[in-house]
């Protein structure tokens, strides 16, 4: 995860698809991460350094080798700030992080200390656009989302604990690096189709990587994840490779927005790479529970056959509902469905006027697909993906 992205600010130079300029705040924001995005490496390990030297005992909150955690929180924070004029996604991001920081067992009290660091860092290393008017708007910004975050995970210590264990109580491996893990909570656990939860394995205590839920939620309360084994993805590769029944993981609280509108009549395009064909399961199973009859339209891209690792579940989906119909997209010699990349197979299918967008995978698709699914006559507005949350390591990544 970097801290800053610039295909960001591209993105959201009119907020997703309002149509109204930025806000005077916005600008300033965006004024200053431009400054500092090609120094973000030096000004995140400045804002650790000022941090732990305050108070040492926040370093007990993060794993030995901690540059990926590390990177999350502080781009968690620059990503926010920059998404602070879509009042609706910022908000539910932030009470996701409020809750989800629980976990760690941050307090309320720690946060003035993250916000006098932040600014520190950004006065060092954004110097030509920081000043007295910079620093109010980054004050208020900063004040906004920690408060945010604060009175969300106030809200949830009254009725949810900080984590679940959870037994293992089925590992499938479908390909050599995809497994589907099934558990057990030892609490009851509520989610919606579509979200995500963070994961913790025994191997490397305090390292949190997010995985979607496969699936709807069920009545016998268990919960499935597909996780792919990625280069140096310490939680992925314990689940895919050493993880087995009986063994017992932590999960964070619920998370994400990528969740069916019930106020809606359109169709659905789900776009899912890889393992973010996981939430878009989730999502045709919750159309079918609800019997509403909705047209549901499923692309799921991998880069060859045999990395459509669940589609014969989707073809017996569809084999069962007439409103589902379901498109393998395979880059690199396929044998089954369309030939090419996922953007373009949206495009040659479309147009989509009449459907809602729901995307699942790497950022860099889900950046690709935005564009493809708004050419294609989608307003971005009804457009769902869970994009902040995905560049700070959220749902299909496979981390």
């Not at 698809?17 to 005077?24: A, D, I, L, V, Y």
């Not at 200053?32 to 030297?53: C, G, H, N, W």
């Not at 006065?123 to 009175?151: C, F, H, K, N």
């Not at 159309?287 to 339209?297: I, K, M, N, S, Y």
């Amino acid at each position: 995860m970097t801290a800053i992205s610039a295909d960001d600010g591209a993105t959201t130079r009119r907020e997703f698809g309002s149509g109204r300029p930025p806000s005077p705040d916005a600008e300033v924001v965006r004024r200053t991460l431009a400054e500092i995005e090609p120094v973000a490496d030096e000004a995140t390990s400045y804002f650790y350094a000022l941090l732990f030297t305050y108070d040492p005992q926040l370093r007990e909150m993060f794993p030995a080798a901690m540059d990926a955690q590390r990177d999350r929180i502080f781009g968690a924070l620059l990503t926010a700030a920059e998404h602070i004029d879509d009042t609706r996604t910022l908000t539910e991001y932030l009470r996701d992080l409020g809750r989800g920081h629980r976990k760690y067992g941050t307090r309320a009290d720690q946060y003035p200390l993250v916000g006098e660091c932040l600014m520190y860092a950004l006065e060092r290393y954004a110097p030509g656009t920081w000043g007295p008017e910079a620093e109010a708007t980054w004050v208020r910004t900063y004040t906004l989302m920690s408060q945010t975050m604060i009175d969300a995970a106030a809200e949830d210590e009254m009725h949810a604990p900080p984590w679940w264990d959870a037994e293992i109580v089925s590992h499938e491996r479908r390909t050599h690096d995809v497994a589907v893990v099934t558990v057990r909570p030892d609490q009851p656990y509520s989610f919606r189709a579509g979200q995500y939860a963070s994961i913790e394995t025994p191997w490397w205590p305090r390292v949190w990587r997010s995985y979607s839920f496969a699936s709807r939620p069920r009545s016998d309360g268990l919960l499935s994840f597909h996780v792919k084994a990625v280069p140096a993805g310490w939680v992925s590769r314990s689940l895919v490779h050493r993880a087995r029944r009986g063994d017992v993981i932590r999960l964070g609280p619920p998370a994400g927005s990528m969740t069916l509108d019930n106020t809606s009549g359109r169709g659905l395009l789900c776009v899912g790479g890889s393992t973010g064909i996981a939430p878009i399961k989730a999502l045709v199973e919750d159309v079918a529970e609800r019997g509403d009859q909705r047209p549901v339209e499923v692309f799921f891209g991998a880069n060859r056959d045999a990395e459509l690792y669940d589609l014969d579940s989707f073809l017996d989906l569809e084999r069962r509902h007439r409103w589902l119909a379901v498109r393998p997209v395979v880059a690199e010699y396929a044998t089954v469905g369309f030939a090419g990349q996922l953007p373009e197979a949206v495009r040659q299918f479309g147009p989509w006027q009449e459907f809602d967008g729901y995307l699942s995978g790497p950022p860099q698709m889900i950046r690709k697909g935005v564009d493809a699914l708004v050419s294609c006559g989608i307003p971005a507005n009804r457009i769902r993906h869970d994009f902040i949350g995905t560049l700070i390591g959220s749902a299909g990544a496979g981390k």
